[in-house]
């Protein structure tokens, strides 16, 4: 019997939504606009916070780092002493291993070189994860001691595109980076951990190589045993860490092991506020939807209460009735969800590939999978809810004698649609007003991005970069002499007007290094200033287009065995030259004592972003080494830039084969235009900028709308109290601000309470504002001037319609 | 017809009408039996109390003082939800407005007191088809109420009162919005289903109906002044209704 007035409540729902098309269609565009921006960001939000790693048992999957606040590091790796120690004396870890990056040059069987990404990891990495190669074995735990054979293990994609997939490749000696590995395993298809992956080759586990506080440091990751909770094993390591921190505090002080989540460190404390940000702004949006409904649905229950009456009056009970309107607006957001679940897909669709350029770990992927279609039918059940149930209690909260007892043509003389319906305009008004501001920043940040103004040269500018494997070059003079025989040859190849080698591309950002200015003083540690630091060859400022301002630029004679020179840039001569002169002052990394020699200003440059982009308010001052003074630090990857004669996208395969003629197994990758750079280093504040502007875009279509719904319905019911004052006298002009009144209240104060929200929620979007303050007055500003005019205009049309109608129409219309 | 044992019984009943400035005596002190198999009319002015007494024995308001027997059990303390339960089993109405709902055919107006009351849906079919053939309305059941004539929505509207056999028929001025021959019709109607067995309790203004009833019950500013005993002829001629 429940299934069949369930039926028969649908069928009627369905004709109430034909009945009333307008109606209908606006609930069921604010539903699918709700519904699908909510969507939209639910899908992101799952895929990369809860979708977590596709293993058995993923959430006993763990990360250990090492944190020292007092040095300000977060998340640090673990040595290999420590690896030993919390490896063997730990009691809440069934299996404890440790994995690195590193991107590997292969030569298979073809000869040609190609660059993948690479891990490091400990032998037990597939027990740990309890994961089985498809093809061959994994690591064996000799594989990572001292002088074992040299082994890979390939990814599932790697095997298929570069081996045809041939059950051959067992066994085959391959070069990575310049070293003879047998391959001894393939992994499962999607396998790419830790991040993404495309082949793995053990972490030699030999602590004695180094001193306790030197030696490489990698993230560690284990199982936790069953029933122990992330907590526990915290608790059970920082127990070893303060023992170790007691009995080494040369190399231990300070630094307290930490156990998180797996994939927690992907995802950081701003980006996390961030996606819970968007996913309120969406369900903002989503109760803006609401809120127009419920006063839709007000404004019909108002010409719906005889019905009620009659209904109840035959036996329907309150119960039954509100089922039945609740599902009237049940059929309308489900049809609102039906459009909401496509808006979903195409939002997601245009996600992915607005982030292709930059594919995130291979654990989050971004779909409407099932828990998305379980939010999906959530939020539209409790769309209806929240926008039905109360125009449903209200309707039936009537006295039903004076309802049946009325002859009249549905009037709503028993509805108060007064404090209800100003408290729903007034709480849309409110988030609209946040909404928009945040989309108003977002709006400028995304013109502001999208306009930057790079202080160096893009058009034409083709980039790449390119990994000398140490076997190969193993020390500084080596890769030196190849750096620079390798740039001559560049600058020689045809198309090419100018190039450089350098440790990174402008505006990608600079690392900041602790530096001493001569004749500075320096009381304490924290004293010395710290400024951006690039390692480039002769041509850079060439290639860049960006004229040395005073002085002169790198030459091919700045080598080490000449005095050490520095370029600075404008900002590093302002910040730190009270006289503004910066040629012939000295300064030099602060290292330790004495460990790097003074350099001299020899060159004043412009600022070339060598904060990167977005940074706000971080200093760009910074300076500029040459790579032959230089090579110690600028290791074993450089960045190519050359600026070219025709389209620098065709310029790759002429690199490469420059870079064949001096070593064939070296590959050329990330091969791209310096546009795509900057495009890259945008995406972040472009997506997320476009989809706040989306939100804001739908937030002041809606109010818009429901502020003009609402006028006008409530105009409607004064057009008696219209007619006699019209019959009485009354001017047109005072009509018209008699009926904006109301209106314009509930806008004054749902726009009064939107700035506050909007003060309070779009702190977190400082971190995808690009130079814009989260405060922006003129954005505030501007958007309550928006919003003003809107509801000016959703107040006026209705207003002067119903002050324009016949007095004696209006009397009738009681 | 021999009238019973009392199917309503109304002792001290009061209503009084509260608003913010004033209050309003609508009922006062009334004591009134109606026999089940009865068919009895309250006659009274404008503003005596008519329409407020039908809403009180027909359980959609409540009274403020006294007390309330349907077929010889309380119900002036019920809940809301119990009172719609009884008014759906044991109430029927007919309103002067017919009330009928414009969005369900005639089919389904008629089947509505059915589902609420969980009825299975082959009976409520049946028994709903058997209601709209007793006021000779079965060869419009898909018709919506807006393609009827008013007499005609009026036995829709009686359709709808009787489907689920209930102890009494309330008819709320059922004449009101009819000229004289479909009202003449509907009177004939009412009093066809009296003859059938059905108990009816009238509410009107009009004194040519008068005739119908077998007791009037005179009511004057919320005070039951006078009761009268009639002898009626019965003449059934459901069939004679004009559309």
Redesign the interface.
Known sequence: ?AM??FI?DVK?GV??LI?SPVLSLIAIVAFSLGIGLTTTVFSIVNGAMYKGLPFDEADRIVSVWRNNPERDIDRGGVTLYDYVEYRDQNSSLESFGLWGGGAVNLVGADDKPERYQGARVTANMFDILRVAPVLGRGFLPQEEEPGADPVMILGYEVWQEKFDGSPDVIGMAVRTNGETRTIVGVAPEGFKFPIEADMWTPIEVNPLEHDRADGPQFPGFGRLKPGVSVDRASADLATIGMRLEQEYPESNEGFAPIVEPFTKFVIGDDLHALLFTMLGAAIGVLLIGCANVANLLFARAAVRE??V????????????IIRQLLIEVGVLSAIGGAIGVLIGIGGVAWFNRAISTDPPPFWMSFDLDGRVMMFVIAISGLAAVAAGLFPALRATGK???EA??D?GRGSSSGLRMGRVTSAIVIGEVAISCGLLIAAGLMIKSVAQVSNVDMPFGIESIFTARLNLPETDYPDADARTDFYREFLQRLQGTPGIEAATLSDGLPARGNGLRTIELEGGEYPTEQDYPRAREGIVTPGYFATFQAPVLDGRAFEFADTKDNLPVALVNRSFVREYFEDGVGLGKRFRIHQGEDVYDWMIVVGVVPDMKMEGIGNNGESPAGYYVAVDQFAEILGNTVSVGARTTGDPGAMATRVRETLATMDPNLPVYDAMSMQQVIDQATMFYRVFGTLFVAFGLAALFLAAVGLYGVMSFSVSQRRREMGIRMALGAEEGRLIRLAMRRGLTQLAIGSVLGIALAALATRPLQVILYEVDARDPVIFGGVVLILAMVGVLASYIPARRVSQIHPAEALQAG | MENGNPLIRLEGIQKIFFTEEMETHALEDIHLDIREGEFAEVMGPSGCGK??LL?LI?L??TPTEGSYWLDGEPVSGLT??ER??V???HIG?I?Q?F??????TVFENVE??L????V??SSRKEKAIRALERVDMSHRMDHYPSQLSGGQRQRVAAA?AVV?DPLILLADEPTGNLDSTNGEAVMNLLRGLHAEGSTILMVTHDPRYSAYAERTIHLFDGHITDEEEKQVEVEVELAQVSG
């Open positions: 019997m069949d007035g028969n009627f004709r109430m009945k005889k019905e009456a009659v209904r109840s009056a035959i036996g329907a009970n309150r119960k039954q006295g039903l004698n049946l007892n002859e | 329409s407020t809403s027909g959609l308001d809301a939800s719609a339960r008014r759906n089993k109405f309103f407005a009330n009928l709902i414009g969005d369900l509505l007191p589902i609420y009351g969980g299975e849906a709808r689920g």
